[in-house]
């Protein structure tokens, strides 16, 4: 929060303003890199209500998600390292990997366990 204009108002609008245009009346602006305290302008966007609440649920769901894979591969990894225990160092480097296909694996390891 900053004050503007004899106004507290936070930084992100203000910035915006400042360097972008006017923020339409109604709308909310956006953090597009999702980073609550960034003010760089690039990063700001102005959009309806609507579709700031959408792109937040889309957001957190995506974190769910990220999480719930994180899960899967930390107990995919203690499957394999219980069965070979020299390889955890090995398989925690490449599970942490961008392109890990936790899915393909853990239908592989649900096929060799049952």
Known sequence: MVRH?????????????????????????????????????????????????RRTRERANERCRRREERRRIARLSDVCTSVYPESRATLSGALSGPDFPVAEIGHQMRLFAG
């Open 5 to 53: 204009e004899r106004r507290t108002q936070t930084i992100h609008r203000v910035v915006y303003r400042e360097l972008v245009g006017e923020i339409p009346e109604g709308f909310e602006i956006d953090h597009t890199c999702t980073e609550k305290l960034c003010a760089n302008p690039r990063h700001l966007e102005a959009i309806a209500p609507a579709e700031h609440h």
